[in-house]
């Protein structure tokens, strides 16, 4: 795997007009059905921040590649849940890949909205829940809000880290940091209103 990271930063590297298109793409299969698992966004994101950081690459192009990869990988794995449905299941795999499946399957099922938005953060899940929330039906409305909004978040922080080893906290200035908290405090929130959500859920059964 490492061979293939090396040779990915060595063309973006050499072609840096391309680093925008190739990143998004990076991401787009991270986020994708099954897909995700096969790629080493988690690894390379973050030294791809560490060439944005010295200068190396231009930040606008790849934040804005990398954010829409994400978005549309998400989008594209609901859409083939929901195109497939329980069916997709079945398929060799996901068979392959039973008790992440229903893992998967029990985090969406508990959470819904929260699962969608707080799974792309969460490695294993983060291909998976997308197609199962497609698969059971959640309504797109609710399922693009997280989507876009977990992109916008979770994209900027895979390559915080490598950025910040390079320049330091200091390096994201009173702008970026108030983002970074509004990010904080918008996750904060979802986690509060999906509780509440769930404890009248639990009250409305117990009538």
């Known amino acids: 795997m490492q061979i293939y990271i090396d040779q990915i930063l060595a063309f973006i590297t050499q072609h840096q007009h391309w680093a925008g298109p190739v990143i998004g793409l990076i991401s787009f299969g991270e986020s994708l059905l099954i897909v995700g698992l096969f790629v080493p966004a988690t690894v390379l994101l973050p030294l791809t921040g ?47 890949r039973r008790r992440s499946v229903a893992r998967a399957r029990l985090l969406f099922y508990r959470y819904g909205f929260l699962s969608v938005f707080a799974g792309r953060f969460m490695g294993a899940f983060r291909s998976l829940i997308p197609g199962m ?26 390559l915080m880290p490598g950025y910040l080893g390079v320049h330091g906290a200091d390096a994201l200035g009173p702008t970026a940091s108030l983002a970074i908290l509004a990010a904080l405090a918008v996750v904060c929130i979802i986690v509060i209103l999906a509780r509440r959500r769930r404890a009248l859920r639990q009250a409305q059964k117990k009538r």
């Open 50 to 96: 560490v060439l944005i950081a010295n200068g190396t690459l231009e930040l606008t192009s790849v934040l804005l590649w990398g954010i829409a990869g994400a978005i549309a990988g998400d989008a594209v794995s609901y859409w083939i849940g929901s195109a497939y449905g329980p069916a997709l299941l079945k398929t060799d795999m996901l068979q392959k």
């Open 133 to 158: 929330a497609g698969i059971m039906n959640m309504p797109q409305g609710k399922f693009q809000l997280a989507n876009v909004l977990s992109g916008m978040i979770w994209f900027p922080w895979l």
